[in-house]
Structures are given as structure tokens and as C-alpha cells.
Nanobody
Framework: QVQVVESGGGLVQAGGSLRLSCVASRSIFRISAMGWYRQAPGKQRELVAGITRGGSTNYADSVKGRFTISRDNAKNTVYLQMDSLKPEDTAVYYC???????????WGQGTQVTVSS
């Protein structure tokens, strides 16, 4: 059974930092590009950051210079380091595993991030 599990969300003041973690089943992690998405109330889910199997990264313009995505292949884990947080970063953050070779995607259950002003 494939599992994608996020952790690390919480409440933080503006300007603060949080680190999100996502552990995926090894069978999927090793063949997947990984990504972090977020969805704020009343808004569509959007890509925040992505990282390929080879370590290439991409970011939404709104988080460039503040967020850093990384992956630890030995631990089947992808991280999202979020610094200089703003109230507009408040959302449920979801981890995504994109097993491109199988044309399958797997999602975690989401973790709430709330940034107070």
C-alpha cells in the first residue's frame, strides 16, 4: 500500500519559520518527482515547489527566496523549509508524489499551516 504522510504544520507568527516533512513509500519515492502544493480557503490548489528525482527544483514566484525544497533519498523524505512566512502563506499544504513512469500521482492528507499577523 502506497503511503504519503506529511507532518510539521502548525501556527507561527509572520516572519517565522516552519519545516514540513513528507515520507513516502520507498517503492514510490525512488521513482517519483515530489512536490508541495497548498490550498487556501476558497482558492484552488497550487504548486508551491517541486523537486525531480535528480534534484532539480522549481518554485512558485510567491515563495522564491523564502522556501526551499529538498529530498533525502535514503529516508524517502521530502522537506519544505519555509522562512519569512507571511499571512498569505496560510493554507493546507499537501505532498505529492508523481510517479511519471506509471502516470500515477499520490497525495498526502495535508497539514495545516497558519501564519498570524
Amino acid at each position: 500500500q502506497v503511503q504519503v504522510v506529511e507532518s510539521g504544520g502548525g501556527l507561527v507568527q509572520a516572519g517565522g519559520s516552519l519545516r514540513l516533512s513528507c515520507v513516502a513509500s520507498r517503492s514510490i519515492f525512488r521513482i517519483s518527482a515530489m512536490g508541495w502544493y497548498r490550498q487556501a480557503p476558497g482558492k484552488q490548489r497550487e504548486l508551491v515547489a517541486g523537486i525531480t528525482r535528480g534534484g532539480s527544483t522549481n518554485y512558485a514566484d510567491s515563495v522564491k527566496g523564502r522556501f526551499t525544497i529538498s529530498r533525502d533519498n535514503a529516508k524517502n523524505t521530502v522537506y519544505l523549509q519555509m522562512d519569512s512566512l507571511k499571512p498569505e502563506d496560510t493554507a493546507v499544504y499537501y505532498c505529492n508524489a508523481n510517479a511519471e513512469v506509471f502516470s500515477r500521482e499520490y497525495w498526502g492528507q495535508g497539514t495545516q499551516v497558519t501564519v498570524s499577523s
